[in-house]
């Protein structure tokens, strides 16, 4: 009988993972939102073409994240977190010197496959295959420090904007990626995966096999409806704030603090008993989004009651990122996560691609952003249905 090896601890790989996240989410993703503005400003194409041309670099990488979950599972992630650090710049330098939007499109585009290869959802494979049943701690620890990038990286990018020009801060930024990214990812990373002792009376879940069971497609589209629903509301907060009355800036305060809920999300997710059935986190996830979004939707103020319930709603958001991101491992197990993983997140990614848009859309297909939320609020209550039978 094989001797079961012990997760090994949450350490110096880990921590170099998590500063690889912190480092790449803020110059992948949110440095583009801070500079849409000046970006449009500069060369006159409007933000909305803009954010549109990061929104198909998220497309991409949903549809690389299928092959890269599989080439981590099958090769290990030393070789294929390397590459996207290195792709990854060399889009942001497309972006640099981009004459026209077409090519601007194109170098988001490239950095979308390298987001697909260094974000969440490869580091989640990492940590699903290294830490076996400590994955949780691990994956909340990851999930806290990617959750400052916004915070390290906006006020970089602002600051870079105020004395020089877009494209000069982008190249910069390229520069950093490169040069911390790539020997994090090649020197504390896996080359390959130890093969994992396999008891034959156990089933060994596959794609094929998964993506055949009534299990799964619930899940799928139990976390559609919640993201969705969270997505559509939580982005749009300052809109539907200024509707009730708060200025602006309040909002905009709102929308920021809303952000550090999502941190305290992350903590709470850890009390959830580790012996729970692995459908409870997203039930319990789905109606208390469901609460919160009603709340924000009923709610007409004071403002410090509006803040007090994004803030929460913002907690429910962070928890579902680790929800999302063990729902795989918890139902099938690590063997083949990556693979399984890839193609249950490639729908979602897309929905968050369209984030943005989706509470604007939906507002003014209703009148009102109040009527957006509680449309919100009936997809999250559809999300906990489908919950009970994921």
């Known amino acids: 009988m094989t001797a079961v090896q012990a997760p090994p601890s949450l350490g110096g790989r880990l921590a170099a993972l998590s500063i690889g996240q912190v480092i790449s989410w803020g110059i992948l993703f949110y440095a583009l939102i801070v500079a849409s503005p000046a970006i449009a400003a500069d060369t006159g194409w409007p933000v909305a073409l803009v954010t549109l041309s990061f929104s198909s670099g998220l497309i991409a990488s949903a549809a690389a994240g299928v092959f890269v979950g599989r080439w981590l599972d099958a090769r290990g992630p030393r070789l294929i977190m390397t590459i ?28 979308g496959i390298a987001q697909s290869a260094v974000l969440y959802q490869a580091a989640f494979t990492v940590i699903a295959r290294r830490y076996g049943s400590r994955r949780r701690g691990a994956m909340t620890i990851l999930t806290l420090a990617g959750g400052l990038a916004s915070t390290v990286f906006a006020p970089i990018v602002a600051g870079l904007l105020t004395v020089t020009d877009w494209r000069t801060t982008f190249l910069l930024l390229a520069g950093v990626l490169l040069v911390t990214t790539v020997p994090l990812h090649w020197f504390s990373l896996e080359r390959s995966w130890t093969p994992v002792p396999h008891d034959d009376g156990v089933q060994a879940h596959t794609v094929s096999s998964v993506i055949r069971t009534r299990r799964f497609w619930m899940l799928e589209l139990s976390m559609l409806a919640l993201a969705a629903a969270l997505f559509s509301v939580t982005l749009a907060l300052i809109p539907l704030f200024t509707e ?5 800036e309040l909002a905009a305060w709102a929308l920021g603090l809303l952000g550090a809920g999502q941190v305290i999300g992350r903590l709470l997710y850890v009390a959830i008993p580790h012996t729970a059935a692995p459908w409870i986190p997203l039930a319990a996830t789905a109606g208390l989004s469901a609460a919160f979004l009603a709340l924000l939707a009923l709610v007409p103020g004071p403002p410090w009651l509006l ?58 297909a209703t009148g009102s952003y109040s009527t957006m939320a509680l449309i919100a609020v009936a997809l999250a209550a559809l999300s906990l249905v489908l919950a009970r039978f994921s």
Do not use: E, H
């Open 307 to 364: 803040i007090s319930i994004g803030i929460a709603a913002g907690a429910v958001r962070g928890a579902q990122t680790l929800v999302q991101g063990s729902a795989v491992a918890d139902r099938w197990g690590t063997r083949n996560y990556g693979a399984i993983n890839g193609v249950f997140a490639a729908p979602i990614t897309l929905v968050g691609a369209f984030g943005p848009a989706l509470g604007p859309l939906l507002a003014v």
């Open 244 to 248: 009730k009355g708060l200025s602006y």
């Open 84 to 111: 996207g650090s290195v792709v990854g710049p060399a889009g942001l330098i497309v972006v640099v010197i981009a004459p026209n939007l077409t090519v601007f499109t194109i170098g988001w585009v490239i950095a």
